[in-house]
């Protein structure tokens, strides 16, 4: 029998340090879309981009899921995730403390869009950020365009702040 997901009590999202790095390249061996990330990029990351790579951590010091992210140039005032990961059983709740973290980041910061890329056929994954996107920021997710990798992931963007660019490769994620 699976374990209920649980809400995560006395839970802190903090600025992610070098005693997490192993925390993080096991969680990301975990999911097959997903680069495990050399110690080097995590120190990068955290060396030029702090504010946008967090851990969330309960109160026994115990992780339970990052963020990757950075501030974007194209779009400018836009922020990137590289990755977002959430131990189980407790991964929607993690990902709603991350949602209101970026939140947060969009207003300190300014940014007006918020970017990430994830499979098109990942119909919970899209539903569920979907529901995040309303939520804390009331707004759509919007395809853009496939990534080139071959992997089969898309890009798609929130659009948080002033009208998009107007592309005409957008297509609203109307179903999920």
Not at 55 to 61: K, P, T
Not at 93 to 102: C, D, I, K, R
Not at 115 to 142: G, H, N
Request: glycine share 6%; net charge neutral; with cysteine.
């Amino acid at each position: 029998m699976k374990n209920a997901a649980r809400p995560l009590f006395k839970t802190r999202i903090r600025s992610m340090e070098p005693r997490d790095f192993a925390f993080v390249r096991s969680l990301a061996a975990e999911f097959s879309t997903f680069t495990v990330p050399s110690e080097y990029v995590l120190w990068f990351f955290t060396q030029f981009h702090p504010e946008y790579c967090q851990v969330l951590e309960q109160e026994s010091g115990d992780l339970r899921g990052y963020l990757l992210a950075m501030p974007t140039s194209n779009p400018g005032n836009g922020i990137a995730i590289w990755q977002v990961a959430a131990t189980t059983p407790n991964h929607p709740f993690a990902l709603e403390y991350f949602a209101a973290y970026l939140r947060d980041l969009a207003d300190r910061t300014g940014a007006t869009s918020i970017l990430f890329t994830t499979r098109q056929e990942s119909l919970a994954s899209l539903r569920l950020i979907r529901s995040l996107a309303k939520q804390f920021f009331d707004c759509d997710v919007v395809q853009l365009n496939s990534v080139p990798s071959g992997q089969g992931e898309y890009e798609f963007r929130l659009s948080i702040g002033a009208a998009g660019s107007g592309n005409e490769n957008r297509k609203k994620m109307d179903r999920a």
